[in-house]
């Protein structure tokens, strides 16, 4: 008997002591996903992406806001939003206790602000995509920047500087 002591003492622990000590996730393990708020230009990738419908945008009654909302319970983990994600905005953490007693704990959202068309003041787009779209015109440069005043319109009202500029355009040997 003593000799069977001693070699469970020489062996170690074969179990770890979670719950009671952390237990630590490897590295590439797809925990709850992290959403940086300041990051997030809203485009709507990871809406669009998540096959669990665990992220929805909606636009308010107002058309002046649009709401980013995620609920862990729908989640099923499979990292979709975070592939997707132009900015890197969201991040698969390496947590997954998500246990909590009211199902509202499990929802995160914040809001962004619609931009409003410079021509006609219809919204269209939200604000910080816009200022994102504006950014990357100015540092491609070249012709791209010159229609850098168009991204403040909504698309009618480009169509329509579209169409009246293709009217402008002289015809070449056409039909009669």
């Not at 008997?1 to 020489?10: N, Q, T, V």
């Not at 319970?73 to 698969?92: D, K, N, S, T, Y």
């Not at 995160?108 to 910080?128: D, F, M, T």
Request: proline share 5%; aromatic share 8%.
């Amino acid at each position: 008997m003593l000799k069977l002591f001693r070699e469970i003492g020489r062996a170690g622990d074969a179990t770890i002591g979670y719950p009671f000590a952390p237990y630590e996730m490897p590295e590439g393990f797809r925990g709850k996903p992290e959403h940086n708020e300041k990051l997030c230009i809203a485009c709507g990738a990871c809406a669009i992406a998540c096959p669990a419908n665990a992220i929805t945008m909606e636009l308010d009654a107002d058309q002046s806001h649009l709401t980013w909302d995620i609920s862990y319970g729908r989640c099923i983990f499979c990292g979709r939003c975070q592939e997707v994600c132009p900015l890197f905005a969201i991040e698969l953490t390496r947590e997954f206790e998500l246990a909590v007693k009211c199902k509202d704990d499990l929802r995160e959202s914040c809001s962004y602000e619609v931009a409003c068309c410079a021509r006609c003041g219809k919204p269209y787009a939200v604000a910080k995509e816009v200022d994102y779209a504006r950014r990357v015109l100015a540092r491609v440069g070249g012709a791209a920047a010159a229609d850098i005043e168009k991204v403040d319109l909504c698309l009618d009202c480009r169509r329509t500087d579209d169409a009246r500029a293709f009217q402008k355009q002289p015809r070449e040997g056409g039909c009669a």
